[in-house]
Structure formats: structure tokens, C-alpha cells
């Protein structure tokens, strides 16, 4: 069984940083792109950063561009996503996901729920004021 499951989560401070991470269970990923999202309550599900299968290409929603970044450790089977500078309105649960559809980068990252087929169960961030 295919599994995906975050960490990392939890309760911090505007400004703090929190880490969070994502094994995988079940396949290897390594020749997958991989990528976060986000659900803050009463709205939908947000794209967050994505990182091509070797890891030398990432992509981020401009939200969060500059403060977070997004990582992976092939031999582990693991995506990292380092938070900075953390605002109120980051607050949300987290989702790691990956894809075995969409096969290229290019100029066109996978940035789309629609384009992963794998997800986790979710972490929650609670950034306050």
C-alpha cells in the first residue's frame, strides 16, 4: 500500500518557522515530481511549492515565495518543506503529494491538484499573531 505522510506540523508564533516533512511508504517517488498544498478552513485547496524528481528544479506560489523552501532526499524517500517568517494567514493543513501522471517540468510545473494522484492525510500548521 502507496503511503504518504506528513509531519512536522503544530503551533507557532508570526515570524517562527517550522519544518515540515513527508515519507513515503509503499514505491519510490524518485523519478516523480513531488509537491505541497495547502487547505486553510473555508477555502480550497492551494498549490504551495513543487519539486521536479532530481530536485534541481522547484516552483513556488508566490504567496510563500522567498520564505519557504521545498527540498527532497531521494535515498530516503522524504520531501521537506522549511517555513520562514510565518504569517497568520499561512495557517492552514498541509498536504504533501506526488504524481506518476505528469512526467515533464519544463516550463510548466505541475502546480495543479488535478495533476497528483497521490496525497498524505495532512499536517496542521497554526501560525499566531
Known amino acids: 500500500q502507496v503511503q504518504l505522510v506528513e509531519s512536522g506540523g503544530g503551533l507557532v508564533q508570526a515570524g517562527g518557522s517550522l519544518r515540515l516533512a513527508c515519507a513515503a511508504s509503499?514505491?519510490?517517488?524518485?523519478?516523480?515530481?513531488m509537491g505541497w498544498f495547502r487547505q486553510a478552513p473555508g477555502k480550497e485547496r492551494e498549490f504551495v511549492a513543487a519539486?521536479?524528481?532530481?530536485?534541481?528544479?522547484?516552483y513556488y506560489a508566490d504567496s510563500v515565495k522567498g520564505r519557504f523552501t521545498i527540498s527532497r532526499d531521494n535515498a530516503k524517500i522524504s520531501m521537506y518543506l522549511q517555513m520562514n517568517s510565518l504569517k497568520p494567514e499561512d495557517t492552514a493543513v498541509y498536504y504533501c503529494?506526488?504524481?506518476?501522471?505528469?512526467?515533464?517540468?519544463?516550463?510548466?510545473?505541475?502546480?495543479?491538484?488535478?495533476?497528483?494522484?497521490?496525497w498524505g492525510q495532512g499536517t496542521q500548521v497554526t501560525v499566531s499573531s
Open positions: 503529494a506526488a504524481t506518476t501522471t505528469v512526467t515533464g517540468w519544463g516550463s510548466s510545473p505541475p502546480r495543479y491538484s488535478y495533476e497528483y494522484n497521490y
Open positions: 519539486i521536479a524528481r532530481s530536485g534541481g528544479s522547484t
Open positions: 509503499g514505491r519510490s517517488f524518485s523519478d516523480n515530481a
